[in-house]
């Protein structure tokens, strides 16, 4: 175990994650962001569920307004962190995406009991780091060097937030203003820690066979993700029986950015068969777990 790992084992976040919650439901759904994402990745594309659902959003140890402790961002700390929060709101659907939906099959097999259905959006399937270098150093993903490089990966991360933030809502024209506005909402530590721990190194297909047979699963990716591929996402279909996997045709590592309704219906089909999809309309005001985010630059 190295000295920061030992040192990170004793640093605590000092409050709870920063969390989102509305709506007047019996079924509860929570919604986990991907590395960079937010809250407001999903907040505003919700407002067709809040009849329904009681709905949670939460923003992920180190990104958004949660606390950003200098801390490993491991599997079990991330699942720790989001069982803190979530536990009252058992028996619940989660709902993750990329690296969200990676935390979400290690939260359903931690917490089997508390969880009735997950589901899986664009979720990266490497196994190991050594497969996850080797996709991304092969040139299908532009800059894939970069994300595999741990010096330049930080010296990036801090150079985006300090120099280019303001102008990402400019550049990264394929998501909504509000979602690349908050791309650099966390630390260079949250960001590669959780790329390398969550991402690169941590296996999901293990714990996807131990998952219990009653806990649904619905895996829903674009046929044309880049940084998630879906062929090896497909083998993961074989792995999991009670696994139903939807393949976007035309849609990238972004589903529920492209088609929100269509997601959502899906999402409706598993956690209740019986429930409605009604014509949009404003969402009433949430209630915020106000959390003092972490301005510290790490």
Same mark, same amino acid.
């Given at each position: 175990?190295?000295?920061?790992?030992?040192?990170?084992?004793?640093?605590?976040?000092?409050?709870?994650?920063?969390?989102?919650?509305?709506?007047?439901?019996?079924?509860?759904?929570?919604? $986990? +962001?991907?590395?960079?994402?937010?809250?407001?990745?999903?907040?505003?594309?919700?407002?067709?569920?809040?009849?329904?659902?009681?709905? $949670?959003?939460?923003?992920?140890?180190?990104?958004?307004?949660? =606390?950003?402790?200098?801390?490993? @961002?491991?599997?079990?700390?991330?699942? &720790?962190?989001?069982?803190?929060?979530? *536990?009252?709101? !058992? +028996?619940?659907?989660?709902?993750?995406?990329?690296?969200?939906?990676? /935390?979400?099959?290690? @939260?359903?097999?931690?917490? +089997?009991?508390?969880? *009735?259905?997950?589901?899986?959006?664009?979720?990266?399937?490497?196994?190991?780091?050594?497969?996850?270098?080797?996709?991304?150093?092969?040139?299908?993903?532009?800059?894939?060097?970069?994300?595999?490089?741990?010096?330049?990966?930080? /010296? !990036?991360?801090? #150079?985006?937030?300090?120099?280019?933030?303001?102008?990402?809502?400019?550049?990264?024209?394929?998501? =909504?203003?509000? $979602?690349?506005?908050?791309?650099? *909402?966390?630390?260079?530590?949250?960001?590669?820690?959780?790329?390398?721990? $969550?991402? @690169?190194?941590?296996?999901?297909?293990?714990?996807? *066979?131990?998952?219990?047979?009653?806990?649904?699963?619905?895996?829903?990716?674009?046929? &044309?993700?880049?940084?998630?591929?879906?062929? !090896?996402?497909?083998? #993961?279909?074989?792995?999991? =029986? &009670?696994?139903?996997?939807?393949?976007? +045709?035309?849609?990238?590592?972004?589903?529920?950015?492209?088609?929100?309704?269509?997601?959502?219906?899906?999402?409706?089909?598993?956690?209740?068969?019986?429930?409605?999809?009604?014509?949009?309309?404003?969402?009433?005001?949430?209630?915020?777990?106000?959390?003092?985010?972490?301005?510290?630059? &790490?």
């Amino acid at each position: 175990m190295s000295w920061l790992d030992r040192w990170a084992k004793q640093t605590g976040t000092g409050a709870g994650l920063y969390t989102e919650t509305w709506g007047s439901g019996e079924e509860v759904l929570v919604f $986990v +962001p991907g590395l960079g994402g937010t809250t407001r990745y999903w907040a505003s594309r919700l407002d067709s569920l809040h009849d329904d659902y009681r709905i $949670v959003l939460v923003d992920l140890l180190g990104f958004g307004r949660s =606390p950003k402790p200098w801390t490993r @961002y491991s599997v079990e700390r991330h699942v &720790q962190e989001l069982h803190t929060v979530l *536990k009252p709101f !058992a +028996p619940l659907s989660l709902v993750g995406h990329s690296l969200g939906a990676l /935390l979400t099959v290690a @939260y359903a097999a931690r917490h +089997p009991t508390d969880v *009735k259905n997950i589901v899986l959006i664009s979720m990266p399937n490497f196994g190991c780091q050594r497969a996850a270098y080797h996709y991304m150093r092969s040139g299908s993903v532009r800059g894939g060097f970069l994300f595999t490089n741990l010096g330049v990966a930080m /010296l !990036a991360c801090i #150079l985006t937030r300090r120099v280019f933030g303001r102008l990402l809502p400019y550049l990264v024209r394929s998501v =909504p203003r509000e $979602v690349a506005e908050d791309l650099v *909402k966390h630390t260079w530590r949250s960001s590669t820690s959780s790329l390398w721990e $969550v991402v @690169y190194r941590y296996d999901a297909a293990a714990d996807l *066979k131990r998952l219990p047979g009653d806990i649904g699963v619905l895996g829903l990716h674009g046929e &044309q993700d880049l940084m998630a591929p879906v062929d !090896a996402v497909k083998q #993961l279909a074989v792995v999991c =029986p &009670q696994w139903r996997l939807r393949v976007l +045709p035309g849609v990238d590592h972004h589903p529920f950015l492209r088609d929100p309704d269509g997601c959502l219906t899906q999402i409706a089909t598993l956690v209740a068969p019986k429930a409605r999809i009604p014509a949009s309309r404003p969402i009433p005001r949430p209630t915020i777990s106000a959390i003092a985010e972490n301005e510290k630059e &790490q």
